[in-house]
Structure formats: C-alpha cells, structure tokens
C-alpha cells in the first residue's frame, strides 16, 4: 500500500475526489499527510475531518524558497511517502524538492499541456477561443507544467458558454483524472521512458 503526500494551496476539490476515491477503493494507495502553504486552506478541513495528518506550513518562517521546500522534503520523507501530489499547490517548487522526488510527484493542470500552461491556464484557453480544451495529469520536473505527461482528458467547449461553466466541466474531469492516475501509480503501472510515460498493461 503505497504512502501518498498531497499538498494544495486551496479549495481542495481534487484532494476530495482522491480521498473519495480511496474510500470506494478505487486507489491502492492511502493519504497520510496532508500539507497546505495556507493556513485557511480548505484542503486542510477536508484531510481533518478524515483524521488525517495535516499541517500548515508557514513560507513566511523561512528566508529562502530553498529552506522552506528543505522542510517539506523533511516532512513528507518523515511520512513514509512514496508519492507527492500536488493539488492546487500555488508555489513553485525549487529543483531540490523536485530532485528529492524524481518521478514521484504528480500535478494536474488545467489545460491540454503543452498548451496553456502557468497558472491561469483556464483564462488563456477561454481567452484563446479554443474549441477544446481539458486537463492534463504529468510527473513534475524541474520546468513549469513541462514533466511527462501521465494522462490528459479533452473537454469540449460549448459555444457560447461561459467561462465559468468552462472551468466546471474541466474541474469534474480532473476529479475523474487525477484518482486513475494516482492509482496506476500506486499499482507500480506507470513507466517512463524520456518524455514518454507508459501505462504497463
Ligand atoms: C485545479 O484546477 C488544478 O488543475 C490546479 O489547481 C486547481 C485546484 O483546485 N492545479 P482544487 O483546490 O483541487 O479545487
């Protein structure tokens, strides 16, 4: 049973699929610490009403990003973690975290990568006009939005649909998404080859 580390910055919808996901027994995997830059995150609500470890990890205590991303390292290695995924986590992560990690920590973007990528992805695409756009799930590397892509679902765009109800369709896709890909994870189904990442049969 594979230990997994989830950090978000926020709302924490996705950090609920996985968690529901993992209550139907659709991930071989648990949650075992939840860790959040905010101190009003939701997601934190969310793991301690589950009773899972949660923490507030305050970047304003440390001088340097480097110092604060050596203390999540500290912790999450601490938790026995075997996967890092970020939901919603709003810092940009310095190459010694992600180095801690290699192709253990998972993000899921808004965005059919490699278009749109950054943190307003569903902004740009609207913006765009595309006609469709989706979310894509990746290993995350020491660039922006750049790491092997793991699984990506389209979601059409409606004509004259809002932004809003744009964003909707996108977020249920990642909740759709993000459970499938953690649990190919956690099933040791996942392989990657450069940019290529296989799903084992
Ligand atoms: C998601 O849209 C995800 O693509 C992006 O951050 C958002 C987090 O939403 N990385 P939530 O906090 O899980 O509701």
């Known amino acids: 049973m594979k230990h997994i580390t989830v950090l978000a910055s926020g709302w924490g919808s996705n950090l609920e699929a996985i968690l529901e996901a ?69 810092r940009l992560l310095s190459p010694l975290f992600v180095c801690a990690f290699p192709m253990k920590i998972m993000n899921i973007h808004p965005s059919l990568l490699p278009a749109f990528p950054g943190n307003n992805g569903v902004e740009q695409a609207f913006a765009y006009g595309v006609k469709v756009t989706g979310c894509t799930v990746h290993f995350v590397d020491e660039a922006l939005d750049n790491g092997p892509v793991i699984l990506q679902e389209a979601v059409p765009v409606i004509q004259r649909e809002t932004i809003k109800t744009m964003h909707q369709r996108i977020h249920a896709a990642e909740h759709r998404l993000y459970p499938i890909a953690i649990d190919l994870f956690c099933r040791e189904k996942l392989k990657v080859e450069g940019r290529r990442c296989y799903v084992i049969e």
Request: net charge positive; aromatic share 6%.
């Open 22 to 90: 993992e209550e139907r027994g659709d991930i071989a995997g648990k949650v075992v610490l939840v860790i959040s830059d905010r101190s009003d995150a939701q997601a934190l609500k969310r793991a301690e009403k589950r009773k899972i470890k949660n923490l507030f990890l305050d970047p304003k205590k440390y001088a340097r990003r480097e110092d604060y991303d050596r203390a999540l390292v500290d912790l999450i290695k601490a938790a026995g973690t075997d996967l890092v995924v970020l939901a919603g986590f709003m």
